[in-house]
């Protein structure tokens, strides 16, 4: 066992030294990707930075514009509003009066129509039907002369259908 000691020792050792080796090549790559990113840093400020306060400067710059803006709209979209609410009512009162309108001309065309039968029936009353009747009474004096006078025109050679065809129908009505 003795001889074993200066073996694991120098074992020990070595994985002391190793590890330090490790622990040496890791500090020399955090540095190395610190510098790296301490140069990413630097390029962001140099870069990154005046853009956003240029964006900071315009968006302050434009805040009052924006809410006039807005507020612009806003007030145009209550005009407009306001306007089409007009819009409608005097679309809607046109149509309520052209119905209006329309309801009368169908009375006024319908009463017209009903007087105009009213006068065509006066008229046939009045007018067509003593007309008829005195058409009838004269038609049936006159078949009456003609059947008294009749015989006479059978001496002549004549008969009464043959000097005057009046249909049967029309004598009386």
Do not use: W
């Amino acid at each position: 066992m003795e001889n074993l000691t200066p073996i694991f020792i120098a074992l020990t050792g070595a994985a002391v030294a190793l590890q330090a080796g490790i622990l040496v090549a890791m500090y020399l790559a955090m540095r190395k990707s610190g510098n790296r990113v301490e140069a990413l840093a630097a390029e962001v400020q140099t870069k990154a930075l005046p853009a956003l306060e240029t964006a900071q400067a315009i968006l302050t710059e434009l805040r009052p514009k924006l809410q006039v803006i807005a507020d612009n709209l806003a007030e145009t979209t209550s005009a407009v509003r306001s306007e089409v609410q007009r819009m409608d009512a005097t679309v809607n009162d046109l149509v309520d009066r052209a119905r209006l309108q329309i309801i009368r001309g169908d009375e006024l065309l319908t009463r017209t129509l009903d007087r105009v039968e009213e006068t065509t029936d006066i008229v046939h009353k009045t007018v067509v039907s003593p007309v008829r009747q005195f058409s009838g009474l004269i038609q049936g004096i006159t078949a009456g002369l003609e059947f008294l006078l009749g015989s006479r025109g059978r001496r002549n050679g004549g008969s009464r259908e043959s000097r005057r065809p009046v249909p049967q129908d029309e004598m009386f009505i």
